[in-house]
């Protein structure tokens, strides 16, 4: 994917989380610090039924711009979802396993951006 359509997506996917009640969405750029993607969009849902339908509201943004997940890990059962779509990497927590795995810190080199630097 070109940066541009990335960064477009980045904030779709954004907004499709804001629009479902994702709680503290962060965006942060990895591009200087690992091959693994370019970006990692974080959110937080109060519960398993709010996690399923911010997945849901990703994959149909990314759907229906022809993108389709690399791999999800985590289900109906799961307090953490991720979503691999190559250059974009989607986490979904419940908050309180947000706070245990604190991806901000372990990625804290990355580049925390706004959506409105989009």
């Known amino acids: 994917m070109d940066q541009e359509k990335t960064r477009e997506l980045v904030k779709k996917i ?3 989380l804001d629009q479902k009640k994702g709680q503290d969405i962060r965006i942060i750029d990895i591009r200087d610090i690992t091959v693994v993607a370019d970006y990692f969009v974080i959110a937080s849902a109060k519960n398993p ?50 706070l245990f795995y ?13 959506p409105e630097e989009f």
Do not use: C
């Open 14 to 16: 954004y907004e499709a």
């Open 49 to 98: 039924p709010q996690m399923l339908a911010l997945q849901d509201a990703v994959d149909e943004i990314m759907f229906k711009n022809g993108i389709q997940s690399r791999q999800i890990e985590g289900n109906k059962n799961s307090t953490w979802i991720l979503m691999d779509y190559e250059d974009i990497i989607v986490h979904i927590f419940l908050s309180e396993d947000r």
């Open 102 to 114: 604190d991806l901000e810190r372990i990625w804290q080199d990355g580049v925390p951006v706004s």
